[in-house]
DNA sequence: TTCCTTTTACGAAAACATTCGTATATACTT
DNA sequence: AAGTATATACGAATGTTTTCGTAAAAGGAA
C-alpha cells in the first residue's frame, strides 16, 4: 500500500476548496468571484493559485475547453477531518471534548443541531466505558 | 475602549504558548526541551520565537537572573477561542455543530466527558428557539 | 585566573506563502 | 479583418515564518 502524505492546504488553498466544495467543479472566473466577495484580491492571483494547487494534486483541470475548469481532488469530509486533528492537538492539546465545549458554549446552534448532536451522543455512550 | 487586536498565534507560537500554559512561566530551556519531546528544533530557535513573541506582546520576560523567565501573557481560554472561531469559519464554514460531530465522531471521549458535554447541551436547549 | 558551559543578542539565510505585472493565446464583436 | 475582452503562462517581487550560525556576556569549576 503506497504511503499517502495527508495534504496540508494552506489557508488561500482552503479558500479555493470551500468554494469548489460548495459549487463543484468551477472555473478560475467563478471561484475568483466567489472570493472577492469577501476579500480583495486580483484574478491572476487565484488564477496562480489553483494552478499550484493543481500541481500538489489537490485540484485537476480540465483542459478542453478555453476557460479550465477545476474539480477537487481532496474530499471535503476527510480533509476537515485531518485539518480537526491537527487543530485539536495544536490548541486543545487534543482534548476533544475542550474543544467540543468551547465550539457550542460561544455558538448559536439550532434546537435541531443540537439534538443530531445529542442523538449522537447517545450513540456514542452505547460503546464507551 | 482601545482597540484590541486579536493576536494570531502561528503555529510555532501555539506550541510555545502551549508549554508555558501547562508549565506556568519558564525558561527557554524548559521549553526548549519540552518541544524536544516532539520535534527536532535547535535551542537558539526556540530562543528566537520567543523574543520574538515578546516583542508581539505575547509573552513578557523577566530579567532579573540570567536565564530569563517568560510568561504567558495571552490566556489560554480566551485564545483558544479566538483560534476556534477562525478555524470554524475556515475550515467549517463556519458550523459549529458539524465541526463538533466530527470531532466526537471521530475520537473516543471518556463516559465523564460526555455526560459534561450533555450537560451543556441541556442548559443550551433552554435557551435556544 | 583560566577553562568550560550556558545564556542571550544579532543578523541573515532558508523555506513557504501570497501577490501581481507582463506577455501571449484564444475567442468574441463589429 | 481589426479591435476588444478574457484566458492562461511565466517569472519575479513581496511578505511571513522558521531556522540557525556566530559572537559576546555571564556564571561555575578547576
Do not use: C
Amino acid at each position: 500500500m503506497t504511503l499517502e502524505k495527508t495534504p496540508k492546504p494552506t489557508e488561500s488553498e482552503l479558500e479555493i476548496l470551500q468554494v469548489l466544495w460548495q459549487h463543484g467543479a468551477s472555473t478560475v472566473r467563478l471561484v475568483h468571484e466567489e472570493l472577492s466577495k469577501t476579500k480583495e484580491v486580483g484574478y491572476t492571483t487565484t488564477l496562480k493559485l489553483m494552478q499550484i494547487m493543481a500541481e500538489k494534486g489537490m485540484l485537476e483541470a480540465d483542459k478542453t475547453s478555453r476557460s479550465h475548469i477545476y474539480r477537487p481532488l481532496l474530499e471535503e469530509e476527510k480533509t476537515q477531518q485531518q485539518l480537526l486533528d491537527r487543530f485539536m492537538d495544536a490548541a486543545f492539546r487534543g482534548s476533544a471534548s475542550k474543544l467540543v465545549m468551547q465550539a457550542l458554549g460561544n455558538s448559536n446552534t439550532s434546537k435541531e443541531e443540537l439534538n443530531e448532536i445529542r442523538n449522537l451522543l447517545d450513540k456514542l455512550e452505547g460503546g464507551n466505558k
